[in-house]
């Protein structure tokens, strides 16, 4: 016998990595954070990142984050408010390109209690999981620690 779960699953979002347009459809509110129902009550970091491929790396070095439906969309004042009381710290990471650049620009401009960052140039990855694709684990550890150690510092 087959049990069907009674949960429905109504969101969805493809990708077409091949298109030129088009590239993402699907039913996912434009305001809504991927990401945003799973992370803890409180903590002392969050990261709010340019798109939920991010959302998974960032977690899997135990990260929490989450991610609006486009690297185009700036997180609303309420999310920002709720995350800033529940996390120390709340950061931002967009893509080291142009449309990355300016959107981080306006966020920064529009939310200056967030910390805005992107991963430098000279290291040859463009986001978050570019860089755990090209380093590695262990690399990736080092450059997160070298992160931290340079935001205290900073302080």
Partial sequence: TIRQDKQKFELWKCYFPMRKTYRFIGNYPSKKLQGYDKLPKEGKVCVITKS????????????PACAPNSEVIIPSENIVKD?????????????????????????????????????????????????????????????????????????
């Fill in 83 to 155: 995350l800033t009381s529940r996390f120390k710290y709340v950061f931002c990471l967009w893509d080291n390109d142009k449309t990355g650049v300016t959107f981080l620009l306006k966020i920064r401009k529009k939310y200056p209690q967030l910390h805005c960052f992107i991963i430098p140039r000279s290291l040859g990855a463009k986001d978050f999981s570019d860089l755990v694709a090209k380093y590695g684990v262990e690399q990736t550890k080092n450059y997160i620690k070298e992160f931290i150690t340079n935001f205290k510092n900073n302080e």
């Fill in 52 to 63: 939920m491929k991010d959302v998974l790396s960032l977690y899997s070095f135990g990260i």
